[in-house]
């Protein structure tokens, strides 16, 4: 079994500061991937990562993978209201499995 | 291009009665998945289908959850009977680069069992 953990499970922050989430796993993965959800609506994929150690960045976004290819994290620079929501990662080893979210609220 | 498309997005019922939920996954692509989300949770991988045979069905539970895919595109997943711990939100996700790479999501079925 592919288990992913995320934490911090929720995180509250005020605009403008900066916050890293963590997707930690024993298994080795072939890729990661980071998807963001809003109420009411299904997932919606931010980045794959690949090789172990890449770093991508999507705007304020930096999403890091692991060297080991086990684990990743997110790092949201000068965050905004809209970056609100449940931030999933997933693995892919021929199947794709859900950690259970880190749950981010900017406020305003 | 047009998305994942399900349907109901809401579905009331009755305990120990069916229900079933339906999915048009993106044209072209092969892999489909249906998962299991309970509010605050992570989606939970129920079946997942490679054209229309099943790669995973580990995690549904099958003396009451069913899923096919027909010639290979469209999905219907059924309970029966439904239980209260079924009350969730359940999403179809397809990809086009096969099992474990980008999944593209629908809506949902937000179905509450009571």
């Known amino acids: 079994t592919q288990l992913l953990e995320q934490s911090p499970q929720f995180l509250s922050i005020q605009e403008g500061e900066n916050l890293t989430v963590y997707c930690n796993s024993s298994?080795?993965?072939?890729?990661l991937q980071w998807y963001r959800q809003e109420p009411g609506e299904g997932p919606v994929l931010l980045v794959t990562?690949?090789?172990?150690?890449e770093v991508k960045k999507l705007k304020r976004l930096t999403f890091q993978f692991g060297d080991a290819r086990k684990d990743s994290s997110l790092h949201i620079t000068a965050a905004q209201p809209g970056d609100t929501g449940l931030y999933l990662c997933a693995g892919g080893n021929n199947r794709l499995a859900f950690g259970k979210g880190n749950q981010v609220v900017v406020i305003p | 291009e047009a998305g994942v498309a399900q349907s109901p997005r809401y579905k009331i019922i009755e305990k120990r009665q069916s229900v079933a939920f339906w999915c048009n996954p993106i044209s072209g692509h092969a892999t489909l998945y249906w998962y299991q989300q309970i509010l605050g949770q992570g989606p939970k991988l129920l079946i997942q289908?490679?054209?229309?045979?099943?790669?995973?069905d580990s995690q549904l539970p099958k003396d009451r959850f069913s899923a096919e895919r027909l010639k290979g595109v469209d999905s219907t997943l059924k309970i029966q009977p439904a239980k209260l711990e079924d009350s969730a939100v359940y999403l179809c996700?397809?990809?086009?680069?096969?099992?474990?790479?980008?999944?593209?999501f629908g809506q949902g079925t937000r179905l509450t069992v009571v």
């Open positions: 298994s080795v993965f072939s890729s």
């Open positions: 289908f490679q054209n229309n045979g099943v790669v995973d």
């Open positions: 990562v690949v090789t172990g150690g």
């Open positions: 996700a397809s990809s086009f680069r096969g099992p474990g790479t980008e999944a593209f």
